[in-house]
């Protein structure tokens, strides 16, 4: 079994230092997860504060083609999400255009995959900027180079979100956070990181221990993303909160749209509330740009 000195650690990163390669490596092969975690939220405290944010976003699928297409935009929402596949790039700027003609909402866009398949990205980024757009929506680290992201950063652009694609474990993990950190280092385009996989292997899943060593890891090592986020779409209340208790500072992807069938008290607003609330942090609804919406 690894033995860290967790204080000593702990010591050095509220002074604002960074962990070594070696160090990382000595931490994500230690079970002391109650350790690791109090490092995670002392690199959260030391970034934010107590402050946790929240965002509604409303996701907009938009057809292959977009023309004459008709859509609705709750009042609610802090971001507006354009998702699906377009035909062609001149499909994804009228798209773009025509939500952006409706609304001055910090309006983001398909995953840089999608992007990609429409074209070279230093000609598709920048079409899609003029066109209103803001910010990418979505990227997978599996599937992310260097050269991707300068192109984001050359077309004025950022990516909302950073994702692990498959689930990785000890070296392979923190090469890839590693990797993510030096490029960030170069290029400053990433605004958040979610760093638990969007696949899941039904014969081996992750185990919570699993999760939340990642999480705490994820935040220790990605000291130049300025924020670590639980999809809550995608992980449900009891695994966003458990993001929050390891270093976790943000919930994404709250939908805007809830018909509250059991209630206000039930709302899924109201529930991303209480989460947050329950990992002693102060409850900020923002908006895309991670501006606050007002008093939550």
């Known amino acids: 079994m690894v033995t860290v000195d967790i204080e000593e650690l702990a010591t050095r990163l509220a002074s604002g230092g960074a962990l070594s390669s070696s160090e990382l490596r000595e931490l994500a092969a230690s079970r002391d997860l109650i350790g690791l975690g109090m490092l995670a939220a002392d690199v959260r405290a030391r970034l934010h504060g107590a402050r946790g944010t929240f965002v ?12 004459g297409w008709a859509f609705e935009l709750a009042p609610e929402a802090g971001e507006v999400r354009l998702d699906g596949v377009p035909a062609s790039l001149d499909a994804a700027v009228a798209a773009v255009a025509g939500v952006r003609a409706l609304t001055s909402l910090p309006l983001s866009g398909w995953s840089l995959d999608v992007l990609a398949g429409l074209g070279p990205l230093d000609a598709v980024l920048p079409a899609l900027k003029a ?18 992201l300068q192109a984001v ?31 960030q280092a170069a290029t400053g385009v990433v605004r958040a990181c979610a760093p638990l996989p969007v696949e899941q292997p039904t014969d081996a899943p ?27 779409t995608r992980m449900g209340a009891k695994l966003s909160q458990s993001c ?17 069938p059991h209630g206000p008290r039930r709302a899924i607003v109201e529930e991303v509330r209480r989460n947050i609330a329950a990992a002693s942090l102060e409850v900020i609804e923002r908006d895309g740009a991670w501006r606050p919406r007002g008093a939550a």
């Open 206 to 232: 992750t185990t919570g221990f699993d999760d939340m060593r990642h999480v705490a890891l994820a935040r220790i090592a990605l000291d130049n993303v300025a924020h670590l986020s639980a999809h809550w």
């Open 244 to 260: 929050l208790l390891f270093g976790a500072d943000d919930i994404d992807a709250v939908p805007a749209r809830d018909d509250m």
């Open 153 to 183: 950063a050359s077309a004025g652009l950022a990516i909302q979100l950073v994702t692990l694609g498959t689930p990785l474990d000890g070296d392979a993990l923190l090469d890839a956070l590693e990797q993510l950190r030096a490029w």
């Open 131 to 148: 066109a209103g757009l803001d910010a990418v929506a979505t990227a997978r680290l599996d599937r992310l180079d260097l050269a991707q």
């Open 56 to 67: 509604r976003v409303e996701t907009l699928a938009v057809p292959a083609d977009a023309r």
